[in-house]
Each structure stands twice: as structure tokens, then as C-alpha cells.
């Protein structure tokens, strides 16, 4: 039976948020209904409510999320009613050249849910962000999407995973492989940035280094294991991070702003043959613009990560246990918990910079 709950839509092109009431199909083969316990306000979602990333209004926003699956289609075998689980943006299909080369965070044959999801009053079809929408009390998305883990974490800090945090901290163990003893410089120090800083302080890393231009990111960055910090606007960020690793640089940069600027800082503040790894999102109209000498001489590589290159049965059920044996401080990235009815503010505390992450419980 098609159940009818509360859902956070995106009416239209830079449109307040509102609740209105949705209606979540049964679930097809393959597919699941999965009852949302909390959600995070990502920066994405606010791109969606912009339409910075498509037209296609009415958005259901909301894709950080972990929850409880109450109900499977046929062929489920995976997930079953109870399970607690992180959602991920695409169910893999295993088939495709990304998957069977061992990348299938490219994969994009992806099996997601064909949602399905409409609004009550007008029947009108939703487009849920990332294939997810989960600011709503339910939610219909592929088996493949749900990634069973450890019930004991708190559903704030589980539903992290499913986005920003998965990104920064993959952006170094996956992409950046940094190693122990390295020295990471992260430049962008919001959720993103500071995730990558946790990530190289788990992967064994000798001195991390963190650039903001906020001084408050600078203070968070350094409860997540920064150990040394940079303000831009008072110093020249790639002179200082050279200055901290005896003149060299650092062996993996790692951008997570988005802009020519630091794309270009990020280049020049690695070490002869070390690794930048660009996570921050570019606008289509921004270039890069480098001297052929320098690309070629400093060798090394430029890699782009995308959703932390991971794999989420493989890494979200290691990353809750490394949470819960108290090696990585999950929590340290959730400022708020808020009801669904406070998203639209959370978009403005976030726009100003005031939180790491806003999550909605239910
Ligand atoms: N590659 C992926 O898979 C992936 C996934 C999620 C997010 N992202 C992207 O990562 C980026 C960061 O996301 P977020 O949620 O952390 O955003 P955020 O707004 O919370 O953080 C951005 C940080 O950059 C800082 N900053 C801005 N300009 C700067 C400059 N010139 N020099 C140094 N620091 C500067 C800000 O003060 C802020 O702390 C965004 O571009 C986002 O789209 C990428
Ligand atoms: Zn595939
Ligand atoms: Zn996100």
C-alpha cells in the first residue's frame, strides 16, 4: 500500500523550501522503503534548491541520510525489514567497465530506484535529490543504495557517510592514498575538508596542514587533527605549507573548495612528485591555467575524487567501526540536530559559514 508522509520539497528556482506531504510507493523488484531516522544539509541540496544542478522541480531534498529498511520488493536479498543502513548515491550494477575494472564509483549503468515518489496534492513527480530524498519520513530507493551497518552508532553521525564525510575522508585513504609518516596539506576546511584531515589523521599521516580563510574552520579543522594551521588571507598558503615541510611541499594536497585559485594553490604547494587531489566542485565556466613546464616537471599526479573513489559495502561499515571503537570522531562533524521544519534555516546558517553540518532527526 502507497503510505503518504512529510517530505522537504524544492518548489522552484531559488523557491523557500517547504513540507508537504509525498506519497512512497510500495517497492518494486529490487527496490526498498526505508524509513529515514536523520539526514544531513549538505551543500548540494542547497545547489538543488538554486537549481544549480538541474530544472527538474519539484525536488525532494535530502540525501545524507541513514534510517531503518521497513519493507523490500522481490528479489531482495541483501537488505532486509530492520536493517540499519546508510543510503548511497547509486546502487552499482557490477557489469559495466567501471565495475569490472574495479572503479565503481564511475559506474554510471546504475540500477537506482525508479522513485517513483509524488506529491499528495497534485500527483506531480518528484525528482529526489541524488536519487535518495531524504527529508521525508520515508523514502523509496534500490536495495543496492542501502549499506547495512552497525545499529549501535547514533543515525546523525551514520547518515554522514552517505555524502560530505565518505568525500573527504575517501578523498585521502582512497584517492590520495595518503601514507604514514606522509605530510597533507587540506585546503577548504568545511565538512569536506576537515572529513579529508580525519581521513589523513587515520591513515598514519606525520604533519597536516589545513588553509581556510575562515579562522573558525581553522579551529574545527584542528579538533579533527590538524596539526598545523594556515589563514590565506594572512599568508601566502603555498609559502607557508612549503615553509612547514622543510621547503618541499607537501606530499598530498588536497582541495576541497572548488575554485581556479585554490585548484592552482593546490598545484604548486605538493612536493616534486606528489599527489593534488581535487575534490572541491568547479562551475562549468572556470579554467585552470598552468605553465606545460611546470605540469611536466613537477611530475606527480593530479587526481579528481569522486564520492571519496568508495566503495560503500566496503568502507561505511569500517569507517562505523573504526567510529565506535573511538578512532575516528564521527560526532565532531555534527553541529545541530533539527526538525524537518528547520531546513530552510539550516540552508542560511550553512551559507554563512556558522555550522560543520546541520542533521535533521526524525
Ligand atoms: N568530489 C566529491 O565527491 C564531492 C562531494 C561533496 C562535496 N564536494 C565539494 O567539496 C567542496 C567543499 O564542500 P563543503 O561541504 O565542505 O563546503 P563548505 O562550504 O562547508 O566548505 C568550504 C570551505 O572552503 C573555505 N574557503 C572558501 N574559499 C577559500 C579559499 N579561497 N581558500 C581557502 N579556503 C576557502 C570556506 O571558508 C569553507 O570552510 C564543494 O565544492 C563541494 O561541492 C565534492
Ligand atoms: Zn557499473
Ligand atoms: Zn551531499
Not at 588553509?211 to 589563514?231: F, M, Q, S, W, Y
Not at 612547514?244 to 572548488?258: N, P, Y
Not at 565532531?332 to 535533521?360: K, N, Q, W
Request: net charge negative; with cysteine; charged share 20%.
Amino acid at each position: 500500500m502507497a503510505q503518504e508522509v512529510r517530505g522537504v520539497i524544492a518548489p522552484g528556482k531559488d523557491e523557500p523550501v517547504r513540507i508537504e506531504t509525498i506519497v512512497v510507493p510500495d517497492p518494486g523488484p529490487g527496490e526498498a522503503v526505508v524509513s529515514i531516522r536523520a539526514c544531513g544539509v549538505c551543500h548540494t541540496d542547497l545547489h538543488y534548491k538554486q537549481g544549480g544542478i538541474s530544472e527538474d522541480f519539484p525536488f525532494l531534498l535530502g540525501h545524507e541520510a541513514s534510517g531503518i529498511v521497513e519493507s523490500v520488493g522481490e528479489g531482495v536479498t541483501d537488505v532486509a525489514p530492520g536493517d540499519f543502513v546508510i543510503l548511497n548515491w547509486r546502487a552499482v550494477c557490477g557489469q559495466c567497465r567501471a565495475c569490472l575494472r574495479g572503479r565503481p564509483w564511475y559506474c554510471f549503468d546504475t540500477h537506482n530506484a525508479k522513485q517513483r515518489m509524488t506529491l499528495a496534492s497534485t500527483g506531480q513527480e518528484l525528482s529526489p535529490a541524488l536519487g535518495i530524498g531524504a527529508f521525508a519520513d520515508k523514502t523509496l530507493v534500490a536495495a543496492g543504495q542501502c549499506t547495512k551497518v552497525d545499529p549501535a552508532v547514533a543515525p546523525e553521525v551514520a547518515g554522514l557517510l552517505g555524502c560530505g564525510v565518505m568525500a573527504g575522508i575517501g578523498a585521502a585513504i582512497n584517492t590520495g592514498n595518503v601514507g604514514r609518516g606522509d605530510t597533507v596539506a587540506v585546503i577548504g576546511c568545511g565538512g569536506v575538508g576537515d572529513a579529508a584531515i580525519a581521513g589523513a589523521r587515520l591513515a598514519g599521516a606525520a604533519k597536516i596542514i589545513a588553509v581556510d580563510i575562515d579562522p573558525r574552520k581553522l579551529e574545527t579543522a584542528k579538533k579533527l587533527g590538524a596539526t598545523h594551521l594556515v589563514n590565506s588571507r594572512e599568508s601566502d598558503p603555498v609559502e607557508a605549507v612549503r615553509e612547514m615541510t622543510g621547503g618541499f611541499g607537501a606530499d598530498v594536497v588536497i582541495e576541497a573548495v572548488g575554485r581556479p585559485e585554490t585548484y592552482t594553490q593546490a598545484f604548486y604547494a605538493r612536493d616534486l612528485a606528489g599527489t593534488v587531489v581535487l575534490v572541491g566542485v568547479p562551475t562549468p565556466e572556470m579554467k585552470l591555467e598552468l605553465p606545460l613546464l611546470d605540469v611536466f616537471g613537477r611530475g606527480g599526479a593530479l587526481k579528481s575524487s569522486w564520492y571519496g573513489d568508495c566503495l560503500p559495502s566496503r568502507d561505511f561499515p569500517m569507517l562505523i567501526d573504526l567510529h565506535l571503537q573511538g578512532r575516528l570522531d564521527l560526532g565532531a562533524f555534527v553541529t545541530e540536530t533539527i526538525a524537518l521544519d528547520g531546513v530552510e534555516e539550516a540552508f542560511e546558517r550553512m551559507h554563512h559559514g556558522d555550522v560543520l553540518r546541520s542533521v535533521v532527526t526524525f
